[in-house]
């Protein structure tokens, strides 16, 4: 029974660990470009919902339908108005700017929210379901369906829509896309915008199950980074994956070697398929 | 083209700046790294004191009352003429640096202070995650160093580890009299030694928690308690169901550990949602102040209830300062009266160190650092928070006890929790006031 606890809090806790690492992903697939602001952008979402809450008096679910297209609008902007310009000169000044962006936010936040602990609690953080032995937490399978949700309407955008097409057409050959009459930089605005709005769901997730600072950002990050790699770069349903066996790796080491068995799977995915699980 | 991508990197800083506008201003005011606190008065000269306080971030609760403290000490020095230097008068200068609880910064800022401020006294406050590192500083840097609020162990195995310190001064509880008092909180929770109750440890493996848990495995099976130990964690893991799973399969009577409150919330939450059943809960660093605990409320009303943990000060606590004349009660209704908060146990022991680094340069009379090492060594001095006199050696580390006693959260009617005095039995001798009884039950017993 123990070891089916272990397996139920693992896939639990990996579904927010793909929800993390799904942006990240997305940039890395079709901009082709290491996005090292993702983690404060997860911060940025995490305060978002726990101050509107706050200040709306809502459940802190709800504030989702503000930050979700707030992020998006911000991650075009972003694309379309620096990362793309600096793009033209090669990915690692792009890489750099990201880098920057990742200091520039962190201050920012600091300075504005200062450096104390935050949590978004709701009516529902403390019922716990006991089945026979095994006991769930009912935020965890709230977060766990609003994971699952945002990565299935992603494919579902990806594999179905006109849009979702386009960007995978930009992601496979560029300049081929670019020829059907796709425009890249475009794609590349809704992509980022994208990856801005899953890390609102990622924050959201975030507030609601830990306590995060301004300072929270590089630790996500390196989660993200361990997720996209173990999943493949540009794989979705990798992601997926990536994120449950990485979130089991964290609960069969436990809170004593929970992040030393992620970190040497992460290596070991390197060494041995440095692609990932789905890339082709 | 060109001005195009220009206008709309302006929108995007723009729209991002604004969006962290709109949340900062429900989410409490920016603190710069460094303030002061300038004398005041007409005097020959400043003596001025470094203090790395957690404004923000993790421990800020701990770091609250600081400027109160330092307004209100700097005010007193100077209405009182201030203190005597190699014959004339000096005002004094208290200058705060935040470390936003971070460990090397607060190495940073003690080096500022240090070389760019020439300070002639660091007090080095707030848990061992301040203390060993500005002390660390003051000691290689020959600076007369008041070290408080931090339990001595890890601060001696720290900061001396055995050679003996010539300018830190430490005064606080030791690990062993923690443990005295955790263990008077279990037997009022009818967990007394020698019943075979069975404890669960919680402890990160920083530097605090390691010296927590080095000493509670080796006294706890001399008390006839079962060791329930399912290891040291890295603070900040995210998964605590494997510690949660050990105490639950050795069906723990007790659960007692310290944490900083992020990682408790997640190991508690983890408790909870395990059906661990602890019939006693005693938690120190993470369940001592209001601010604290409200990170805990915020989760769910009533998940701090009838947690216990150990009471250093409170402003009803039997003492008077002797450098000031003011009585705990009057300190503790001034800081109520100013900002409309209960003063935090920290604030008493902020303004303890200042007492101590006020009477050492009064009895020194002179800056010389010297001089005012050997007038802080020889301190016997009654403060807010006690006696202190630096009689006791630890690993090289001269050190004075300071009291203890235990409380307990409870539940208020109004929906807020209250830190009650339940017991003071391991300071027997001294008159702590006990303002409330022990209730049964917690979150894990609900």
């Known amino acids: 029974m123990i070891v089916l606890q272990y397996i139920i809090n693992g896939i639990l806790l990996g579904g927010i660990y793909a929800v993390l690492g799904v942006g990240m992903t997305m940039i890395f697939g079709i901009v082709k470009l290491t996005n090292l602001a993702h983690g404060e952008f997860v911060i940025i979402g995490a305060y978002a919902s726990t ?8 459940d802190p679910i709800l504030t989702l339908i503000v930050t979700i297209p707030f992020m998006f609008i911000i991650g075009m902007i972003l694309q379309s108005g620096l990362i793309n310009r600096v793009m033209l000169k090669g990915s690692e000044p792009a890489l750099l700017v990201t880098f920057g962006l990742s200091i520039i936010l962190q201050d920012a936040m600091l300075l504005l929210f200062t450096a104390d602990a935050r949590h978004a609690g709701g009516a529902y953080s403390s019922i716990v379901f006991h089945l026979g032995g095994i006991s769930i937490a009912l935020l965890d399978i709230i977060l766990l369906v609003i994971s699952l949700l ?25 300049q081929a896309a670019s020829l059907m009459g796709v425009s890249v930089k475009r794609t590349y605005g809704i992509a980022m915008g994208i990856a801005m709005a899953t890390a609102a769901v990622a924050g959201l997730c975030i507030a609601l199950k830990w306590t995060y600072y301004p300072s929270s950002g590089g630790g996500y990050l390196l989660t993200a980074f361990g997720v996209v790699v173990i999943g493949g770069m540009g794989s979705i349903p990798g992601t997926l994956v990536a994120g449950l066996i990485f979130g089991l790796a964290q609960v069969i080491g436990g809170a004593n070697y929970g992040l030393l068995v992620g970190y040497i799977l992460l290596i070991i995915m390197l060494a041995v398929r440095p692609q990932g699980l789905f890339s082709k | 083209m060109k001005k195009r991508g220009i206008l709309a990197l302006a929108l995007a800083l723009i729209l991002a700046v604004s969006m962290l506008a709109a949340c900062g201003s429900s989410g409490g005011g920016s603190t710069p790294a460094g303030s002061g606190a300038a004398s005041g008065g007409d005097f020959a000269g400043t003596i001025k004191i470094g203090y790395v306080n957690p404004t923000t971030g993790a421990l800020a609760g701990n770091g609250e009352g600081c400027d109160w403290v330092v307004k209100r000490l700097t005010q007193w020095v100077a209405d009182n003429g201030g203190i005597t230097i190699d014959g004339k008068q000096y005002g004094i200068q208290v200058i705060v640096y935040d470390s936003e ?9 003690a080096q500022k202070l240090a070389e760019e401020d020439n300070v002639d006294m660091m007090i080095a406050i707030q848990t061992p995650e301040t203390v060993i590192p500005v002390a660390g500083v003051a000691e290689r840097y020959g600076i007369p160093c008041v070290a408080i609020q931090a339990p001595v162990n890890p601060v001696a195995a720290n900061v001396a580890g055995g050679d003996k310190t010539e300018w830190v001064f430490e005064a606080f509880w030791t690990i062993e009299k923690v443990y005295e008092a955790h263990k008077a909180l279990w037997t009022a929770a009818g967990y007394a030694p020698n ?27 001399k008390d006839g308690y079962e060791v329930v130990d399912p290891g040291m964690y890295p603070s900040g893991s995210d998964d605590f169901t494997s510690i949660a ?10 659960l007692a550990g310290t944490n900083i409150p992020p990682d408790f919330l997640k190991l508690y939450k983890a408790c909870i949602s395990a059906g661990v059943s602890a019939g006693c809960v005693t938690m120190g660093k993470c369940c001592l102040l209001d601010g604290d605990v409200a990170v805990l409320e915020n989760d769910t009303q009533g998940l701090a209830n009838g947690i216990m943990t150990e009471v250093w000060w409170q402003p009803n606590y039997p003492f008077t300062s002797a450098v000031t004349g003011e009585a705990s009660q009057a300190i503790g209704d001034a800081y109520l009266a100013d900002t409309g908060r209960n003063m935090p146990q920290p604030a008493g022991y902020a303004y303890a160190a200042l007492e101590l680094a006020i009477n050492a340069f009064q009895k020194a009379g002179t800056l010389d650092k010297e001089a005012v090492r050997d007038a802080l060594a020889a301190t016997d001095l009654d403060t807010v928070v006690g006696p202190i006199k630096y009689d006791q050696e630890m690993m090289g580390l001269t050190y004075g006890d300071t009291v203890i006693a235990g409380g307990q959260w409870q539940l208020q009617e109004d929906g807020t929790e209250k830190l ?6 391991v300071y027997s001798n001294i008159d702590i006031p ?13």
């Open chain 1, 150 to 174: 945002t990565i299935l309407i992603l494919s579902w955008f990806l594999n179905k829509t006109y849009m979702g097409r386009s960007i995978r057409a930009t992601s496979d050959d560029t």
């Open chain 2, 434 to 446: 006990i303002t409330g009884e022990y209730k049964a039950g917690t979150a894990l017993t609900k």
């Open chain 2, 195 to 221: 019943t075979g109750a069975k404890v669960g440890l919680a402890f990160a493996n920083d530097a605090d928690g390691s010296a927590w848990h080095d000493i509670f495995c080796e006294l706890l099976p």
């Open chain 2, 101 to 109: 609880s971070d460990s090397s910064k607060c190495s940073e800022m």
């Open chain 2, 245 to 254: 799973a050990a105490y639950k399969s050795a069906g723990i009577d007790v």
């Open chain 1, 51 to 58: 101050l509107i809450a706050g200040a709306l008096g809502v």
């Open chain 2, 420 to 425: 009650v005095v339940i017991d003071n039995t």
